[in-house]
T-cell receptor
């Protein structure tokens, strides 16, 4: 069974802090994704990685960056956290082709004060 | 970018009633996936539709892909309280890289 693990279930940070959200998958998946989920807005793609060190912007990349130094790990970075980045963040992974299901972690509920 | 409209946004039903959620696109879709997210949980893959007019069933759930591949639906027969959650359609974004576009979802509440 695919396991996608996000480092924190809940996180509280202050405005202006640099925040790291970590995600690890154990199925050797090529693709990894970061989404944020807000009520009524569904899942919005922030960044996507299709290989080590490769990344593409999603629909809402502003204020975020990512890092994929190893295949199993995909990090989301908030360079200078702001209150409008308070949200649920979901990491997902999938095999590296189209028509593949995405497997999600349990999410990190991030609050920026 | 690709946009999909998922309706309704909310649905409240009595246990035993049927439920349908619809996903509509202005462009032709190559394929579409459906996910379910239980309250407090994460999205879980249900099924994928690829062919025009395709119909797939999972117990009380019936998934359809339109003939023109511009719309899809999920129908639940005789809902149960275990069906509670948000259902998302997620068309492929049309690349070979496996990115999906998630609709806003339909939140289903089932009254016992």
């Amino acid at each position: 069974d695919v396991k996608v693990t996000q480092s924190s279930r809940y996180l509280v940070k202050r405005t202006g802090e640099k925040v790291f959200l970590e995600c690890v998958q154990d199925m050797d998946h090529e693709n990894m994704f970061w989404y944020r989920q807000d009520p009524g807005l569904g899942l919005r793609l922030i960044y996507f990685s299709y290989d080590v060190k490769m990344k593409e912007k999603g629909d809402i990349p502003e204020g975020y960056s990512v890092s994929r130094e190893k295949k199993e790990r995909f990090s989301l970075i908030l360079e200078s956290a702001s209150t409008n980045q308070t949200s649920m963040y979901l990491c997902a992974s999938s095999l590296g082709s189209s028509n593949q299901p995405q497997h999600f972690g349990d999410g990190t509920r991030l609050s920026i004060l | 970018g690709q946009q999909v409209m998922q309706i309704p946004q909310y649905q409240h039903v009595q246990e035993g009633e049927d439920f349908t959620t619809y996903c509509n696109s202005s462009t032709t879709l190559s394929n579409i996936q459906w996910y379910k997210q239980r309250p407090g949980g994460h999205p879980v893959f249900l099924i994928q539709l690829v062919k025009s007019g395709e119909v797939k069933k999972q117990k009380r759930l019936t998934f359809q892909f339109g003939e023109a591949k511009k719309n899809s639906s999920l129908h639940i027969t005789a809902t149960q309280t275990t069906d509670v959650g948000t259902y998302f359609c997620a068309p492929d974004r049309g690349s070979t890289l496996g990115r999906l576009y998630f609709g806003r979802g339909t939140q289903l509440t089932v009254w016992p």
